[in-house]
């Protein structure tokens, strides 16, 4: 089939988003991307792209259509340019555009604006549209963003309605999603519920990074540092066990990573806490796969109890025990894989949860391990959820 991928974000920028389209062409599949230029998550242009820069229009044999959006940079009109130049920039492209897909996939992570070109194609070729969300608005800026403005909120409703209505699936990647979007009086034959699928690491051909000793209980945490994560509540956990052989590793960077590195700095933590920046994939997961265990929170809300946040199965498929102080579906999935322990997201909670997985028996934390890997084998394999896709294309 030919298929028309709309999302904000695609590579050379870091999302499942670009393992998504490479299977889909192993397949069999022509692809089309239609997204913006790399800026993720510094908010500025990679170097080497530009408007004015000549680009490679093809990846891996996927066909990319790159629309001049503005750069993210910061604060909220920073936001609000960079959303609406990626909308309007890509409704002239579709306006223009005379090349007939048979299905649009639209990967919605934040902002849900992404939606917008996908129906203004829908409507003008009647093409079947399969949204897939990944964050849920307006909750998100309510909640996260704490915006309240009843005419912003107004505004952004009316236009997750709109999306709603034009998508004949909306693929939900929690069940929480799914009751929630029902809520809105959406029929339940659109809602499916299709979590995000982790790439396998291939975990035995990692090696193991030369800063996790066998001296230490090494704990990971590997992803996005931004304020919702709650690694404030780390790095105070980190403070309570100063005096325990415990370190540990965030990998990975944001927009939060500056101001937690000052916090460490004035904790004294700089040789317990150590940032490892940004990884390339595999080094990534080498880091969580010879963990003692990995490390998830969130910002105690609704809203994250609702989702299921794609570390968490990288974790699994890097087989590791972990460790989540958040509630809802994350929880629910450690207890059911009995791979770790989820607890409160307090300071004290997480404190008890180190010291108890510390008390584990080598043999009772490689259970924990086998565990992780094989809930993520039977649930979240690129294998099973792509077959789930194209199964939901044959039947449209």
Request: with cysteine; net charge neutral; proline share 5%.
């Amino acid at each position: 089939m030919k298929i028309l991928v709309v999302s904000q974000y695609f590579y050379p920028e870091s999302f499942r988003v670009n393992s998504f389209c490479l299977e889909l062409k192993r397949r069999g599949h022509d692809v089309t991307v239609l997204t913006g230029y790399p800026q993720y998550p510094y908010g500025k242009i990679y170097d080497g792209y530009g408007f004015k820069i000549p680009h490679k229009k093809e990846w891996n044999g996927i066909h990319i259509v790159r629309v001049k959006t503005q750069p993210r940079k910061s604060g909220v009109i920073g936001h609000v340019r960079n959303c609406t130049s990626y909308v309007s920039s890509a409704k002239k492209w579709v306006k223009k555009c005379n090349e007939k897909f048979d299905a649009i996939y639209v990967f919605e992570v934040s902002p849900v604006t992404v939606g917008l070109p996908a129906v203004a194609y829908k409507k003008k070729f009647s093409t079947p549209m399969f949204f897939n969300v990944q964050d849920l608005w307006p909750e998100n800026v309510e909640v996260i963003l704490g915006i309240k403005n009843p005419i912003v909120i107004g505004v952004i409703n009316s236009i997750v309605k709109k999306i709603y209505k034009y998508s004949d699936k909306i693929l939900c990647s929690s069940d929480g999603f799914i009751e929630n979007i029902k809520g809105r009086g959406v029929p339940e034959d659109k809602l499916v519920f299709w979590p995000q699928f982790c790439e396998d690491p291939n975990v035995s051909s990692l090696e193991r990074p030369k800063r996790l000793t066998d001296d230490n209980f090494n704990i990971v945490f590997a992803g996005h540092i931004g304020q919702a994560q709650g690694l404030d509540m780390l790095v105070e956990t980190a403070y309570n066990l100063r005096d325990e052989n415990v370190h540990w590793f965030i990998v990975g960077d944001g927009r939060y990573s500056q101001a937690l590195k000052e916090k460490v700095s004035d904790l004294g933590l700089d040789e317990k806490i150590i940032f490892t920046g940004w990884l390339s994939e595999e080094d990534a997961n080498a880091y969580v796969h010879f963990a003692d265990c990995a490390y998830l929170s969130f910002v105690p809300n609704k809203v994250f109890n609702m989702t299921i946040p794609a570390k968490l199965q990288t974790y699994l498929a890097c087989g590791v025990p972990v460790l989540a102080a958040a509630g809802g579906e994350s929880a629910a999935i450690i207890k059911e894989a009995e791979c770790g322990t989820a607890v409160n997201p307090d300071v004290d909670s997480v404190v008890v949860a180190v010291k108890y997985l510390m008390s584990l028996t080598k043999e009772e934390l490689d259970k924990m391990r086998e565990n992780s890997r094989s809930y993520f084998e039977q649930h979240f394999t690129k294998e099973k959820l792509v077959d789930e896709f194209e199964k939901l294309l044959e039947d449209i």
